[in-house]
């Protein structure tokens, strides 16, 4: 269960990977305002907390929901 939850976590954290090193190629907006500025480490730090804290909410539901269904199929039985 644990590992099926890892697997989906790499999938997401390499595709977010692919998405930055894409994101590289147009620099001069990013350079004149975000960079000089120090505004981009604030926007990543931000975007990455609320990542993982959707992350952690999706995982603890999930184990939730299996739980309600095992109890469920338990009561039927």
């Known amino acids: 269960m644990i590992t099926k939850h890892l697997n989906k ?3 997401l954290f390499l595709s977010f990977l692919a998405v930055g090193a894409q994101a590289q190629t147009n620099t001069d907006w990013l ?3 975000m960079f000089q500025s120090g505004k981009i480490n604030v ?3 931000v975007l990455g907390v609320v990542f993982v804290l959707i992350t952690v ?3 603890s539901l999930d184990v939730k929901l299996k739980r309600m269904e095992k109890d469920r199929k338990n009561e039927e039985t």
């Open 9 to 11: 976590i790499i999938v």
């Open 31 to 33: 350079e004149n305002t």
């Open 43 to 45: 926007v990543i730090a």
């Open 57 to 59: 909410y999706l995982i």
